[in-house]
């Protein structure tokens, strides 16, 4: 009898509620994250393209672009419940009926900076995609456990161009160059 009591007291409250506020985790992903920046994208909101989604955001990441225009949330990661979760910061953004698909991109650090800041796609896991009805008062997205993609280094892509080698190795020369023509002279 309590669990129905209970139940129906959810349902009521949720059939008040229009649209659906948005949490997030990641879980049991490595503390070493600990500080580090994330985006939330939910795909088709923001500009975000239904088709070649997460591409659309990894090919403005590798020229350098800032994304957080696209991004539904965003913030800095926190351990918490053994894990790390991820809520937008008072953001107010909401999600009405519909379903949605989501991934995370988590940087190497609070401040990603185009050219030094290395950067983790998080997406893939069923439990990324949720179906959210009219009246529900809020809704948690669970990554999983993202833990193994987060730490395999091949994971990780370069925020921003990377120069070819052959470019930093001219950019060397000249600067050994300038170097003993100063210390000729």
Request: aromatic share 10%; net charge positive; charged share 10%.
């Amino acid at each position: 009898m309590n669990k129905l009591l209970t139940f129906l007291s959810i349902a009521t409250i949720a059939a008040t509620t229009q649209a659906a506020t948005v949490g997030w985790s990641i879980g049991k992903t490595a503390a070493s994250y600990q500080g580090d920046a994330y985006q939330f994208f939910v795909i088709g909101q923001n500009g975000i393209p239904t088709t070649d989604s997460i591409k659309f955001i990894t090919d403005k990441l590798d020229a350098g672009t800032d994304v957080s225009s696209y991004a539904f949330g965003d913030g800095v990661l926190n351990t918490a419940n053994g894990g790390i979760t991820v809520r937008p910061a008072d953001s107010g953004k909401t999600l009405g009926a519909g379903s949605y698909t989501t991934f995370f991109v988590v940087y190497d650090t609070a401040s990603p900076t185009a050219g030094t800041s290395k950067y983790v796609v998080l997406s893939g896991a069923a439990n990324l995609a949720k179906s959210i009805a009219a009246t529900t008062a809020s809704v948690n997205f669970q990554a999983g456990d993202m833990s193994s993609t987060a730490t395999s280094a091949n994971n990780w892509k370069s925020f921003g161009p990377v120069p070819e080698p052959t470019t930093v190795a001219l950019l060397a020369l000249g600067l050994a160059a300038v170097g003993l023509k100063r210390k000729v002279a």
